[in-house]
Every structure is written in C-alpha cells, then in structure tokens.
C-alpha cells in the first residue's frame, strides 16, 4: 500500500485546511487508517485515526477542532483541520494498520510521505 499525503501548506491561526491522503489501493478492507504528525524537535504523534467501522480517535490537543473521514470509494482519507493554532506546525503523514485495531505509530504497517503544514501570521 502506497499512500500520498496531500493539501499542507502556510495557514493563518484561526484558519483551516483539508488534508487527503491518497492510497494505491482499496481501503475498503484496511481496518484503521490514520493521521500523524511530527513537528521540529517532537516525536511523531497520533492526530486521529478511523476504523472500517467508522470509529475515530483523536489526540486531546486537536478534539473539536479536527475531524477525520474516509472515503472507500474514492481510496481516500481526509483531516479537517479547523480553527488552527501556531502549535499545529508540523509534517502531517498519513499511515494504515491493515489488520489490526490499533492506531498507535508503532501499530501502523503502512506509512506516506508527509505534507507540511505550518500556522503562522
């Protein structure tokens, strides 16, 4: 599995952006598939994450400003990011678990290059 981060780029803070993650294959019958981030410094972590089922998980410091979709048809998963905050700069990638249930960073089987965002006025 291929996967193909898209959409990073300089943002006001307050402002939003929309992350696609393209994958070389179905994700019809990928179990988790999720968001990362690492910023400059920092260690890689959980953004959110969502199950075949739809369940999500997302870190604390993004509850009610990100949301995460996927879209099987289309092989592809989304982060909206809203209300953004200068803590938010980092290099987002992309990662699936295939088979398992988990969405830790040492779960995933798969991983993307990365797009960077950065807030900033």
């Known amino acids: 599995v291929q996967l193909q981060a898209y959409g990073g780029g300089l943002v006001q803070p307050g402002g939003s952006l929309r992350l696609s993650c393209a994958a070389s294959t179905s994700i019809f019958s990928i179990n988790v598939m999720g968001w990362y981030r690492q910023a400059p410094g920092k260690q890689r972590e959980l953004v959110a994450a969502i199950t075949s089922g739809g369940s999500t998980g997302f870190a604390d410091s993004v509850k009610g400003r990100f949301t995460i979709s996927r879209d099987n048809a289309k092989n592809t998963v989304y982060l909206q990011m809203n209300s953004l905050k200068p803590e938010d700069t980092a290099v987002y990638c992309c990662?699936?678990?295939?088979?398992?249930?988990?969405?830790?960073?040492?779960?995933?089987?798969?991983w993307g290059k990365g797009t960077l965002v950065t807030v900033s006025s």
């Open positions: 990662a699936a678990n295939r088979y398992g249930s988990r969405w830790s960073p040492f779960d995933m089987d798969y």
